[in-house]
């Protein structure tokens, strides 16, 4: 993968110089990754002159094949991300005096289980926890800030 990459900075800049600085490579570098690749293919997949380097036919499929393969791989870590990130967010607004009390045993039955009543991984049944003084009164602490006042007007 390392050396479809070069190769295809080779291709975008139209020589090693160029497609060195971009990588931030020697020319020297750049060159020997070409010249493993084309080792390992066994075909010249650029031409070289003193004016830069021209893609053969097999290194033109080459660069496309390795355009594909990087877009599918961008298309895999873009989705990946998405799932990792994935989270519902909602905005809850309250008055402070309510919110204090109201708000986490809400929550808490928000975030409870919903499993069948005989599943003994799910304490509630599938039914909604208990609210304040119950069972889950103990359950997570969940920050409450408190918002600006703002005078009515």
Do not use: K, W, Y
Request: aromatic share 4%.
């Amino acid at each position: 993968m390392h050396r479809l990459g070069v190769l295809r900075e080779v291709a975008r800049h139209g020589s090693f110089n160029r497609a060195a600085a971009a990588l931030r490579f020697t020319p020297s570098a750049v060159s020997q990754q070409i010249a493993a690749l084309e080792r390992g293919l066994g075909v010249p997949v650029v031409q070289r002159s003193t004016r830069g380097v021209v893609l053969t036919e097999p290194g033109r499929m080459l660069v496309d094949a390795a355009e594909a393969i990087a877009a599918e791989l961008t298309d895999a870590q873009e989705r990946i991300d998405r799932l990792s990130t994935a989270r519902a967010r909602f905005t809850i607004a309250a008055f402070a005096s309510g919110g204090r009390r109201l708000l986490p045993p809400a929550l808490t039955r928000r975030r409870a289980p919903r499993g069948r009543a005989d599943d003994p991984r799910t304490r509630t049944g599938g039914q909604p926890a208990p609210g304040p003084g119950g069972p889950c009164r103990s359950g997570p602490r969940l920050p409450l800030r408190r918002a600006p006042a703002r005078p009515f007007r």
